[in-house]
C-alpha cells in the first residue's frame, strides 16, 4: 500500500472518530439544555394548568357557566404561555359538577429540541394536568357551639360584622336577630349544658357535614351563664367554623368565626366578628352537588384537589 | 536537518499523544457537564413535582407517605439517575417546622438529592459530588 493511500484512509479514520465524538457530545449536550428546557417547560406549564383550574373553578362558581369557565381556563393559560389556539399546543378543560365544581385544565405543547434532533429526537410532548375544586362547604370540623342568624349576613353572603361586636343570647332556640347566638350542641333534643362545654373545651370535636335547608335548632336554649367564660377561657382568639340558620333554624351554611372574648357578667355576650375568606383548613366541601351546597358565607373552598 | 521517516513517525506519536490527551479530556469534560447539568437540573424538577403533588395529597400518616407521592417519587427515580428517598417536612410559612398533623394551610417541605461521579480523571478525586434541592408547596 502506498504512503499516499495509508494517508487518505487515516483521514478517514478520523472523519469517522470526529463524526462520532461529535455525536456524542451533541446528545450529552443535548442532555444538559434539551432535557433542562423540557423539565423548566414542564414546570411552566404545571403552573400554567393550576392557576388555569383554579381561576376555571372560581369562575364557574360565580358565573355557573360552562362556557364562560372554559374561556376562563383557556384564557389565564394563555396569560402563561400557552396558547389553545397556537399549533402544537392544546387546552383541554372538562368540569364536574357532581361535588362542588370540579375543573380539570390538561395542557399538552411540545418542547423542540436544539441538540438532540441530530440523533433524532427534534421535539418531547410535554403533558400536564391540574384539578381545582371550589365550592361552598357543606362541611365543618371543629365547629364552634354557636348558631348565628342569617340576618348577619348580607344577601349576596358577605358578612355584616367583620370587626369585633357582641353577639348576645336571649334565651331562643334559634337566633332572634342579626346579633344574637343560640347555642347548640349539634344534637336535636334539648341543650345540655356539660355537652356543649365539652366541644368548648376540646374534649368534643364537631365534624359535621350539613344539608342546606336542615333543621339544626334545638330546645330549651337558655343564658348556659357558666359556658361564657369557657369561651372567653378556651376559645379567645381562635377562628372556628359555625352554623347560620334562617329564621325558622334551617341550616343555610358554615361561617367563619374569629372569637375575641366572652362575658357572662349582667350583659351576657360573646364578642367576635365574622371571617371573609376562602380555604380555611375547617371548611370543606365533601357531598355536595355544585348546584345544591349551601349559601356562600363569607367563606368558601378553592384550592387545587389533582 | 531533515527528518528521516521513522523519526517523523515517532514525532507524529508523540504529537498525537498529547494532542488524544487533550481531546479526551475536553470530550469527557463535555460528557460530564451534561451529566452534571442533567443532574442538577433533574433532581430540582424531582423536588418541585414532589412537592406539587404532595400539597395536593399529603397523606393521612406520615407526610409524603401518600400513594400519588410515591407514584410520583417512583417516576422520578427513573429520570433521574442516583435520586435519593427525599424528605418531607410540615412547615409555616416562614419555614418553622409544625410537630402537629400537616393541614391545610401548612406548607410541605421537600427535599431531594442525588449524587454526581465525575468521569474525568481530574475531577473523579474530588467526587462524588451531592446535588440536592428544596421546593415548598402549600398544603391544599
Redesign the interface.
Given at each position: 500500500m502506498s504512503s499516499a493511500t495509508r494517508r487518505h484512509d487515516a483521514e478517514g479514520q478520523i472523519l469517522a472518530l470526529f463524526a462520532l465524538?461529535l455525536l456524542?457530545?451533541v446528545?450529552?449536550?443535548?442532555?444538559?439544555?434539551d432535557?433542562?428546557g423540557t423539565?423548566?417547560q414542564?414546570?411552566d406549564q404545571?403552573t400554567a394548568a393550576?392557576l388555569a383550574s383554579l381561576a376555571a373553578a372560581n369562575d364557574w362558581l360565580i358565573n355557573q357557566d360552562d362556557e364562560v369557565a372554559i374561556a376562563r381556563a383557556r384564557s389565564v393559560a394563555l396569560q402563561n404561555g400557552f396558547d389553545d389556539a397556537a399549533p402544537d399546543t392544546a387546552v383541554d378543560v372538562s368540569i364536574d359538577t357532581v361535588n362542588g365544581v370540579v375543573v380539570t385544565v390538561g395542557i399538552h405543547a411540545v418542547h423542540p429540541n436544539a441538540f438532540l434532533g441530530a440523533i433524532g429526537m427534534a421535539s418531547w410532548q410535554v403533558s400536564t394536568s391540574a384539578s381545582a375544586l371550589a365550592g361552598f362547604p357543606d362541611s365543618g370540623e371543629g365547629a364552634g357551639p354557636f348558631v348565628f342568624s342569617i340576618g348577619a349576613f348580607e344577601d349576596n353572603g358577605t358578612p355584616k360584622y367583620q370587626t369585633p361586636t357582641n353577639f348576645g343570647e336571649t334565651n331562643g332556640d334559634i337566633p332572634t336577630s342579626q346579633i344574637d347566638f343560640a347555642w347548640t350542641n349539634y344534637g336535636t333534643g334539648n341543650v345540655n349544658t356539660s355537652e356543649v362545654a365539652d366541644i368548648i373545651s376540646g374534649d368534643v370535636s364537631i365534624d359535621r357535614t350539613m344539608e342546606y335547608g336542615q333543621y339544626i335548632g334545638q330546645q330549651n336554649n337558655g343564658n348556659h351563664s357558666a359556658l361564657f367564660s369557657d369561651v372567653d377561657t378556651y376559645l379567645s382568639g381562635l377562628d372556628m367554623p359555625v352554623a347560620v340558620v334562617d329564621n325558622n333554624g334551617n341550616f343555610m351554611g358554615w361561617a367563619m368565626f374569629h372569637v375575641t372574648s366572652a362575658s357572662g357578667g349582667s350583659s351576657k355576650h360573646i364578642n367576635g366578628y365574622f371571617l371573609s375568606s376562602f380555604?380555611?383548613?375547617r371548611l370543606r366541601v365533601t357531598s355536595c352537588a355544585a348546584n345544591d351546597c349551601p349559601r356562600y358565607l363569607g367563606a368558601y373552598v378553592l384550592?387545587?384537589?389533582? | 536537518m531533515r527528518l528521516g521517516r521513522r523519526e517523523a513517525r515517532g514525532q507524529a506519536l508523540v504529537e498525537f499523544a498529547f494532542g488524544i490527551i487533550i481531546f479526551l479530556t475536553l470530550f469527557i469534560a463535555i460528557i460530564d457537564m451534561g451529566r452534571g447539568i442533567f443532574a442538577y437540573t433533574g433532581v430540582a424538577q424531582a423536588a418541585r413535582e414532589l412537592s406539587r403533588e404532595t400539597s395536593v395529597y399529603p397523606g393521612t400518616d406520615a407526610i409524603g407517605a401518600s400513594p400519588e407521592t410515591q407514584a410520583v417519587y417512583a417516576a422520578q427515580r427513573g429520570l433521574v439517575p442516583g435520586l435519593q428517598a427525599p424528605t418531607f417536612e410540615c412547615v409555616d410559612i416562614a419555614g418553622a417546622l409544625q410537630f402537629d398533623t400537616c393541614v391545610p394551610g401548612d406548607w410541605v417541605r421537600v427535599t431531594t438529592s442525588t449524587t454526581f461521579q465525575p468521569s474525568m480523571p481530574l475531577l473523579a478525586g474530588f467526587g462524588p459530588f451531592v446535588f440536592d434541592s428544596v421546593s415548598s408547596a402549600e398544603i391544599q
Open positions: 465524538g456524542v457530545l446528545a450529552f449536550a443535548g442532555l444538559a439544555i432535557a433542562g423539565f423548566a414542564r414546570r404545571q393550576d380555604n380555611s383548613a384550592k387545587l384537589s389533582d | -
